[in-house]
Nanobody, 120 residues
């Protein structure tokens, strides 16, 4: 069984920083892609950042230049460094991993989410 456990959320003032972590544990053979999503109140979950197993990163929204995604493959852990935070960054941040538990098909796993609140 695989688990993703996030940590590092909290309350911060606008302009501040937070660092989120997500550790994957269990019978993992390999992790292809790790991502961070967020969901603001009343809105749909949106993709924030993606990193593949070669370290290539993608930032689909308006966080590029403020957020940095990284991963430690030896620890099966992904990080999200968030700088220059804005109130609109507030939401529940979810970790996602596309991984294999054995040679074969990939599986999609989600963490339980961690709350990030940015006050103005």
């Amino acid at each position: 069984q695989v688990q993703l456990v996030e940590s590092g959320g909290g309350l911060v003032q606008a302009g501040g920083s937070l660092r989120l972590s997500c550790a994957a544990s269990g019978s993992i053979s390999s992790i292809d892609v790790m991502s961070w999503y967020r969901q603001a109140p009343g809105k749909e979950r949106e993709l924030v950042a993606v990193i593949n197993n070669d370290g290539m990163t993608t930032y689909p929204g308006d966080v590029k230049g403020r957020f940095t995604i990284s991963r430690d493959n030896a620890k099966n852990t992904v990080y999200l460094q968030m700088n220059s935070l804005k109130p609109e960054d507030t939401g529940v941040y979810y970790c996602n991993a596309i991984l294999r538990t054995a040679p074969g098909p990939v599986w999609n796993y989600w963490g339980q989410g961690t709350q990030v609140t940015v006050s103005s």
